[in-house]
T-cell receptor
């Protein structure tokens, strides 16, 4: 069974630009979560989508948004990029029930110059 | 709120040494507990988990026991290898939550 895939793996942008990251979950998984990982803050939860609806949200500004499609694939968008948005963005998928384990993708490394 | 505390790293060991990475937690109810591992340049991989008190999770020579009385889930391995060098994350998922809470991660460096 294929794992969670994320594209692109690496991205370089400049301040003020916007970026869209993509995540394809494990087949059959309906929940997709996004995390931001930085050396200073560690792993921080951004949001979770289940059946095309945002079910949970972390404490991030409105510049961070996401969506999920009917095939469970998800995209995350960051508008008006700031230097502090440089991070590894991780996507995780699960079946979607509370007791389920999350499985992570390899991440997208975003660098903002 | 829920929280996970891990020992500060890096932990530096010689090959074949015994490994312990401490993890304690605060949570309401009876959470499920996890250890994830992140190799350089990769995402997190589930290493092991335990869903109730006194359960022992194990995988690839790593073990951790869910200790409710001490609210701990320490990761152990009897003989580490250079290939175990990675960052290890302890996490919990409390009852009633879809989203796990992660610790800050502990870097392990194993020298030949």
């Amino acid at each position: 069974k294929a794992g969670v895939t994320q594209t692109p793996r690496y991205l370089i942008k400049t301040r003020g630009q916007q970026v869209t990251l993509s995540c394809s979950p494990i087949s059959g998984h309906r929940s997709v979560s996004w995390y931001q990982q930085t050396p200073g803050q560690g792993l921080q939860f951004l949001f979770e989508y289940f059946s095309e609806t945002q079910r949970n949200k972390g404490n991030f500004p409105g510049r961070f948004s996401g969506r999920q499609f009917s095939n469970s694939r998800s995209e995350m968008n960051v508008s008006t990029l700031e230097l502090g948005d440089s991070a590894l963005y991780l996507c995780a998928s699960s079946l979607g029930r509370m007791e389920d384990t999350q499985y992570f993708g390899p991440g997208t490394r975003l660098t903002v110059l | 709120g829920d929280s996970v505390t891990q020992m500060e790293g890096p932990v530096t060991l010689s090959e074949e040494a015994f490994l312990t990475i401490n993890c304690t937690y605060t949570a309401t109810g009876y959470p499920s507990l996890f250890w994830y591992v992140q190799y350089p340049g990769e995402g997190l991989q589930l290493l092991l988990k335990a869903t109730k008190a006194d359960d022992k999770g194990s995988n690839k020579g790593f073990e951790a026991t869910y200790r409710k009385e001490t609210t701990s889930f320490h990761l152990e391995k009897g003989s580490v290898q250079v290939s175990d060098s990675a960052v290890y994350f302890c996490a919990l998922k409390a009852g009633g939550s879809y989203i796990p809470t992660f610790g800050r991660g502990t870097s392990l460096i194993v020298h030949p």
